[in-house]
Structures are given as C-alpha cells and as structure tokens.
C-alpha cells in the first residue's frame, strides 16, 4: 500500500534577520492580514501553502496545477521532507511523517533540473542510491537494466549526462528514481526543461511507466496539458489555496469558480456580462440579444440552490460557440487558420472572446472587421456569481 494523506498542511516562511513577528497593517474597522505577490501575509510570516488537505489512494496520479507561486512545488516539498512542515499531518501509509527524515520516508523524487552528477556513467546513477543500502551488485545490476529496459535507455548505460540529450536525461532521472521501487514517485516539473515535441513523447512514457510499476506519483506542473493527460484526479491551487479537486473531466466540465474556468482549458473560457433569468424553476441566459435556456441538469442544480434571477458572469468554451444566423453579435478581430479549424478572435458585448470553428462547417473564413453572429446550447454555459466567481451550481 502507498497512500498519502495530507491533513491540513500549511507552510509559512518566516520573516528574514531573525524577525519572527511582523505586526499587521491598521485598517479601518481592525485589523487584518497583508496581501504581497499574492500570498498572504501574518504575523507567523509568508504563508506560502494553506490548509491544504487531500487524500491520495493506493497506486493513484495526482497532479498539482496552478500558476507560478501558487504553492504547487512547496507542497510537494513537504511530502518529500525538503521542507518543513509549519502546520497540520502528513502520513504516509497511514504513519505520520513530520519529522521523519526524507531518506527514511521511502519517496523517490524526479527535479525539474534533472540533478543528474555529471562525472558518473549512466549506470552509476542509477545505481548509486542501491549502491549507498549496500545492496548485492548483482541485485543492483538487475534492478539498473530492468528500469533501463523500461525507459529504452539500456544503450546509453556507459555514457555520461553530458552526452545525452535532454529527453534522455530525463529517462535516466526517472530511472534513477524507480530502481529504489518508492512507495510514493514524487515529480516537479520533469518536462519543462524539453522542447514541445519531446514534451509529447515523455508525455507518452510517463503514462506507459505508471502501469508498469506498482506505485502511488504526486506529480507538480504549471501545464494544465500535461494535467489533464496525467492525472487520475487534478488538484488546482492558486495563492496556497485548494480551488478544486476531481478528474480532469470534472475540472474541465464543472469548473467550481472563475479561476478554475479560465485556467483550465485552451484557448481559455470566454466569459460575458451575462442576466441570470429564473421562471417558474426554469432557468435562461440573455446576452446581447440571445436567450438561452439551461439544461435540465443544470437547471435542476441551480433550482436546488435556491438561485434567483441576477446578473452573473456566464463562460463558454470557445470549441462551444457556434456561428449562427442570428444571436449575440460579435466583430472579427483576426482569424487564424489552424487546419481543420478556424480561431476566430472576436470582440463580443465589450469583450474578447475565440470561437473555434471546424473549416468543414465554413463556406468562406469570415475576414476583419466583418460583423458575425454566435449562439450556444445550454448544456454548455456556465454561470459564475458577480460578487464570489464562484459556480452558481454547486
């Protein structure tokens, strides 16, 4: 079993030059904490992760996403023991880790930097950690060739890291991971350092190598393709915050607020000035001219809510707008040809917006400045509050 639960972790870096208290601002009506760069700021200091919360089952993908400084990699961090923990649990197999050292913690971790040591072969790094536990050579030579044979690195066994490419660097870090069989694969952006077509292909391996071996992976990324790929469930974070967690088709269809709407998805969700009409348990949207009513599915959510009619910020997926005869209208801005569809870059209702058009479905590519009209069905708008952005649904 290699479960992973983490109850309320929370991370915060104290102030620099021995300065453990920091006194908050005065405000109007009391007092309240800073906000800098986004993270909140306390008397303990810098809250960089915050009660962050998740139970990780036997042999699962997580993927943590998010934006740069949102806190993806710290915790990360604290479940690898880089980082100490300020708040909260973490166990792993259900004991609790705290204040166990990383290498007593049976996790592997794969670095953005690859972290190979330059002066060694291949084959002595991956087997240098086996190699520290005093294993048989011969035990050590079979796990090494066995991981290389999974990860098609076997050729490159007698070269040093310098002689490889970055892909292949790669492959040998992730190899020089799995040798120790970990109870828990921890991985921090392994992909960003490679070119857009070898981040396809390692893409590819990674999700051969996880039904290969018998392990739990908690992997750390800002690219919300790879996310969507990887995870068996995605954990979206913004300014150390939890903003969502489920499958990448729950994330992606059932974004809980505007946040997770926007960054998730591309090109990103259009988002309008929208009214939010309730008749009689039956719910419409009205956008410059077009009225839409809901689908059943979401009327019945909203209704369960208690929803009533207000004005809201409604998002559509650009691949769920269609070009119609009449509807909202919208100017052409730029149009850009991608094959087998059209982005059309338009200015709708004051606002931005990319509709993706199938080229099959178009008779002429509409060319600027030209008006158009757009329409969408229910089942596709999502209707986010004014005041919270949070999803009227749920």
Do not use: W
């Amino acid at each position: 079993m290699s479960t992973v639960q983490l109850k309320n972790i929370k991370k915060v870096y104290p102030f620099s030059g021995g300065d453990t208290k920091r006194p908050k601002k005065e405000k109007k009506g009391g007092t309240a904490p800073e906000k800098k760069n986004n993270l909140q700021i306390t008397d303990e200091g810098v809250v960089a992760v915050q009660e962050f919360s998740l139970d990780i089952a036997d042999k699962e993908f997580i993927v943590l996403v998010g934006p740069s400084g949102c806190g993806k990699s710290t915790t990360l961090r604290m479940v690898a023991g880089l980082e100490e923990i300020s708040g909260g649990e973490l166990y792993i197999d259900g004991e609790l880790v705290n204040h166990v050292a990383p290498k007593d913690r049976d996790i592997a971790m794969v670095f953005q930097n690859y972290a190979l040591y330059p002066h060694m072969t291949v084959y002595k790094n991956m087997a240098f950690s086996l190699s520290l536990k005093h294993l048989p050579k011969d035990e050590i030579d079979r796990k090494v060739r066995e991981a290389a044979e999974i990860l098609d690195i076997t050729e490159y066994l007698i070269r040093k890291p310098k002689a490889l490419s970055g892909g292949q660097r790669q492959r040998v870090a992730i190899g020089r991971a799995i040798v120790r069989a970990p109870k828990v694969m921890l991985m921090d952006e392994p992909l960003s350092n490679l070119d857009a077509k070898l981040r396809n292909e390692m893409r590819a391996e990674i999700i051969k190598l996880r039904k290969r071996i018998d392990t739990t992976f908690i992997y750390v990324t800002h690219d919300q393709t790879e996310a969507m790929t990887l995870g068996d469930r995605i954990v979206v974070m913004k300014d150390g915050f939890i903003q969502q967690i489920g499958t990448p088709q729950e994330v992606f269809s059932h974004p809980a607020n505007l946040f997770v709407a926007g960054f998730i998805g591309m090109p990103v969700m259009n988002f309008f000035d929208a009214e939010l009409t309730e008749e009689n348990g039956r719910y419409f949207v009205e956008l410059g001219g077009l009225r839409t009513e809901l689908s059943a599915e979401k009327e019945a959510r909203l209704k369960a809510r208690g929803v009533r009619s207000q004005s809201v910020t409604l998002g559509v997926r650009p691949e769920h707008v269609d070009l119609a005869d009449e509807g909202a209208a919208a100017t052409v801005d730029v149009s850009e040809m991608m094959g087998s569809s059209v982005h059309l870059h338009l200015t709708a209702q004051g606002r931005s917006m990319i509709m993706i058009v199938p080229t099959v479905s178009m008779a002429d590519i509409p060319s600027m400045g030209q008006t158009v009209h757009f329409s969408f069905i229910g089942a596709v708008a999502h209707v986010f509050s004014k005041e919270t952005g949070a999803n009227l649904e749920f």
